[in-house]
């Protein structure tokens, strides 16, 4: 592919753009109906808000890693639709029980896992996928433009989610999602760009792939400090998200309606944070940019416990929200990118899939311990402790070779796969 064609102008990479899009979109409609139909309709307690938050991510702790080495190993388009199919019908689970009588929240655990493991597996396939669409010269343009796509379709989708959800109700808004699954599967069924066969690994064990992953993360200088800063970050914010719908709700006494407006406009931070995380990686570089857009990212919560009810606190919060959600997207895109560049194509799906399971590997803890501490000392101190923990995420890579870090590194060649 040349490399000065438009990304709008290859169809294949369109057809990816839009398949995100679309998920997004109906994803975000569930960010904010599933945990309305666990607490409103079903009246699931705090705790039992932090076991469905919990299950979403729980396959991240046994699956990211094999996930990883099956990213490597297998062609990655059959890999995104296949799960994106069995994500949808997960989904789609919902109305059908509650039009029959027979939802339950322990159908809600069970849908919540599924869609994790779906998620679990698509993740290091789609994150390594861009590199063989595109090349490692259009890579940060493409990982910009994606991370676009999708603030942009969340900040839709928050909206709508909660006009969709006043509308027609949280269990019949879940249509929405299920239906978006499977329109993705088809847009990326549709591309018809050649993938390069996958490295062959005769006679490995998955064990000993997993371990080389492992490994390359935790010697590699520059990646490790990343990697650990992830968890931090996934631990504190897991706790937010498990909670923060309903605190809003009962302690803010927001309605559907101004919830998404509230993600809708803040999502203009992300659609920003889109625009420019390429210009910031190219003014600044990725190490610099990874660094400060963290340190912006952290503090965006804080307000949110701080809020008191009315036309005020809601006017906090989003502006406090637009800045995260546009710190969030540039340390997402530089972050991404630059762990990518620097690391050999046969070592992409378990780079992902290893940083992933570091991450959301600590997110269920966290929202356990979140949902566990606001029974016992209520929602605002619980959201409070969150929002504190999350400042220790750039800490660590203020600490790290990043923070010094003036020119980016010369990107891998496929021979270089481990660091001494």
């Known amino acids: 592919m040349s490399g000065k064609r438009s990304l709008w102008r290859d169809r294949d990479f369109v057809l990816l753009w839009s398949a995100q899009n679309v998920s997004m979109l109906g994803s975000e409609v569930t960010l904010l109906a599933l945990p309305l139909v666990a607490g409103v309709v079903l009246g699931a307690s705090p705790f039992e808000m932090g076991v469905v938050a919990a299950a979403r991510k729980l396959p991240v702790l046994f699956a990211s890693l094999p996930a990883g080495v099956l990213a490597d190993r297998w062609r990655k388009r059959p890999i995104m639709i296949s799960t994106h199919l069995v994500a949808g019908l997960a989904m789609l689970s919902i109305p059908v029980a509650a039009m029959s009588g027979a939802l339950t929240l322990s159908q809600l655990y069970v849908v919540a896992a599924v869609a994790g493991l779906c998620e679990t597996v698509f993740n ?3 994150q390594s996928y861009p590199l063989v669409l595109l090349g490692r010269e259009r890579l940060i343009e493409g990982n910009a433009k994606l991370s676009l796509a999708m603030t942009a379709a969340s ?5 709508a989610g909660g006009f969709i959800v006043g509308l027609v109700g949280a269990v019949k808004a879940m249509l929405a999602d299920a239906l978006s699954f499977f329109a993705a599967a088809l847009a990326i069924w549709a591309i018809r760009a050649p993938e390069p066969p996958p490295s062959p690994s005769p006679g490995t064990r998955m064990r000993s792939e997993i371990a080389e992953g492992l490994r390359y993360v935790f010697r590699h200088p520059l990646i490790r400090p990343i990697a650990l800063s ?10 937010t998200h498990a909670l923060w719908i309903v605190y809003v709700v009962k302690e803010l006494h927001w309605e559907p309606q101004v919830i998404g407006l509230a993600l809708g406009v803040s999502g203009l931070g992300g659609v920003a944070g889109g625009m420019i995380a390429h210009r910031l990686a ?3 570089g990725l190490a610099r940019t990874i660094v400060w857009s963290a340190t912006v990212y952290a503090v965006g919560d804080l307000p949110l416990v701080l809020a008191s009810p009315g036309l005020a606190g809601q006017i906090i919060v989003t502006l406090s ?3 995260l ?8 895109v530089s972050q991404r990118s630059f762990r990518q560049l620097i690391t050999p194509l046969q070592l992409q799906g378990r780079l992902a899939a290893t940083t992933r399971w570091l991450a959301w590997g600590a997110a269920p803890l966290g929202a356990l311990l979140a949902g566990a501490l606001a029974e016992v000392a209520g929602l605002r101190l619980a959201l409070l402790t969150a929002a504190l923990v999350v400042g220790l995420g750039p800490l660590v890579l203020w600490l790290s070779p990043l ?7 010369v990107p891998a060649t496929e021979a270089t796969a481990d660091v001494q």
């Open 325 to 332: 959600f546009a710190g969030a997207v540039v340390v997402q």
């Open 282 to 284: 190219a003014r600044f």
């Open 403 to 409: 923070r010094s870090l003036k020119d980016d590194p």
């Open 230 to 239: 992830l968890p931090v970050f996934s631990f504190a914010l897991a706790g």
């Open 124 to 126: 290091p396939v789609y």
């Open 155 to 159: 900040t839709l989708g928050a909206s």
């Open 321 to 323: 929200w637009t800045i």
